[in-house]
C-alpha cells in the first residue's frame, strides 16, 4: 500500500517537469556542441595567424634582401668597392679617434701631431684650423707650459654613434660625409664625485673627407661640434 502511494507522486514530479528537463538537456548537448565548436575554431584562428605572422616575416625578409641588392646595384653602377667602404670606414674611425679623444692640453697638442704625421694633414689645413686650432697655454720661467684646457677640466671622446656616407667617387677618389658624436666631459667626475652624466655634453659634428686609392686622407673640413667650443683657441 505504500509503493502504490508513493508511486503516483514520483511520476507527477516526471510529468511536471518534463518540458524542463527536456530544455536542460538540449541546452546540455548545445553547449557542448558550441564548446567544441569554439575550440576549433580558436585553434583554427590561431594556426591562422601564426601563418600570417610567418608569411609577414618571409616578406619581410624578403623586401629587405631586394633593398639590400638594389643598393648594392647602385653602388656597384657608381664604381663604388664595398672593400674599400670598409677600409676606409676603419681608417676615417681612426683618424676621428685621434682627433676627438683627448684628456689634457698635452695630450691635445699630442693628437695634433699624430694627425699630422699620421695622416699627413698640413698645420695650415682647414680642419686643424677649425676643428683643432693649437691650445693656448702659459709658459713659466722654467718653460713649463699650463695650458687651458687643463685650467677648465676639459676632456673629449668620439662616441659610438659615427655615420659615414659615400658622397662622390671619382676615378679611385672617394669622398665621404660623416656625422660624429663627440662627448665632452668634465674634471669635476673625480674632483666633486659628480655624475658623468651631469657633466657630460654630447656634441655632434658634420665633416668631409677624402680619401684616394692608397689610402691618403685629405679636404678635411667640416662643421665644429653644436654648441660650446670643446678646445681654447
Do not use: C
Not at 633593398?67 to 681612426?94: F, H, W
Not at 662616441?159 to 663627440?182: F, H, R, S
Amino acid at each position: 500500500m505504500t509503493e502504490q502511494t508513493a508511486a503516483p507522486p514520483r511520476r507527477g514530479f516526471f510529468r511536471r517537469n518534463l518540458s524542463v528537463l527536456v530544455t536542460a538537456a538540449v541546452l546540455t548537448v548545445v553547449a557542448t556542441v558550441a564548446g567544441a565548436t569554439w575550440g576549433s575554431q580558436h585553434a583554427a584562428l590561431a594556426e591562422q595567424e601564426t601563418r600570417i605572422s610567418d608569411v609577414e616575416g618571409r616578406l619581410a625578409g624578403i623586401q629587405k634582401k631586394n633593398a639590400e641588392q638594389v643598393n648594392a646595384d647602385v653602388m656597384a653602377a657608381l664604381g663604388v668597392s664595398q672593400n674599400r667602404l670598409s677600409t676606409d670606414g676603419e681608417r676615417i674611425k681612426s683618424l676621428l679617434s685621434m682627433a676627438f679623444t683627448w684628456g689634457s692640453g698635452q695630450s691635445y697638442e699630442a693628437a695634433r701631431e699624430s694627425l699630422k704625421s699620421r695622416f699627413g694633414l698640413a698645420e695650415n689645413e682647414t680642419f686643424l684650423k677649425s676643428f683643432m686650432p693649437p691650445s693656448r697655454f702659459n709658459e713659466d720661467s722654467r718653460g713649463r707650459r699650463y695650458y687651458y684646457i687643463d685650467t677648465v677640466g676639459l676632456n673629449s671622446a668620439l662616441g659610438e654613434e659615427l655615420d659615414i656616407e659615400v658622397v662622390d667617387v671619382k676615378a679611385g677618389v672617394y669622398t665621404y660625409a660623416v656625422l660624429a658624436d663627440v662627448e665632452v666631459t668634465s674634471d669635476a667626475v673625480s674632483q666633486n664625485k659628480s655624475s658623468k652624466a651631469s657633466v657630460t655634453a654630447h656634441r655632434r659634428a658634420l665633416l668631409f673627407v677624402t680619401v684616394d686609392a692608397q689610402g691618403k686622407v685629405s679636404n678635411l673640413s667640416g662643421v665644429p661640434a653644436s654648441g660650446g667650443t670643446r678646445y681654447s683657441g
